[in-house]
């Protein structure tokens, strides 16, 4: 699987941002996919998740009520809508997906452990 991620940029504190992940390759529907952000050199954090079937949708308590993940099975493309955004979401943001295998519980893909394959990052940068 191939992920390319687009959307970052620089915005002020209470904007929305919209992150595109396009995917691409033979068994997408079978992934898991996952965003997680990253500060410098800390370790990523989850950020959401969902299946393509879009179920399996949760949310990093950070993010709850200020973000959404979605998918449009047509494009193969993942989304994560970012509402409200504060200095403390600046971030590289990632798209990665993960195998989806039936006998992990889904928290098992909450961490970046679970997952394979990974876009290339996205800075998103929120001024106050």
């Known amino acids: 699987v191939q992920l390319q991620a687009s959307g970052g940029g620089v915005v002020q504190a209470g904007s929305l941002v919209k992150l595109s992940c396009a995917a691409s390759?033979?068994?997408?529907?079978?992934?898991?996919m996952g965003w997680f952000r990253q500060v410098a050199e800390k370790e990523r954090d989850f950020v959401a998740r969902?299946?393509?079937?879009?179920?399996?949708?949760n949310y990093a308590d950070s993010v709850k009520g200020r973000f959404t993940i979605s998918r449009d099975n047509v494009k193969n493309t993942v989304y994560l809508e970012m509402n409200t955004l504060q200095p403390e979401d600046t971030a590289v943001y990632y798209c990665?997906?993960?195998?989806?295998?039936?006998?992990?519980?889904?928290?098992?893909?909450?961490?970046?452990?679970?997952?394979?394959?990974w876009g290339q990052g996205t800075q998103v940068t929120v001024s106050s």
């Open positions: 990665a997906a993960a195998t989806d295998r039936t006998y992990y519980t889904e928290s098992y893909y909450d961490d970046h452990t679970a997952y394979t394959y």
């Open positions: 390759g033979r068994t997408v529907g079978s992934y898991v």
């Open positions: 969902i299946k393509w079937s879009g179920t399996a949708i």
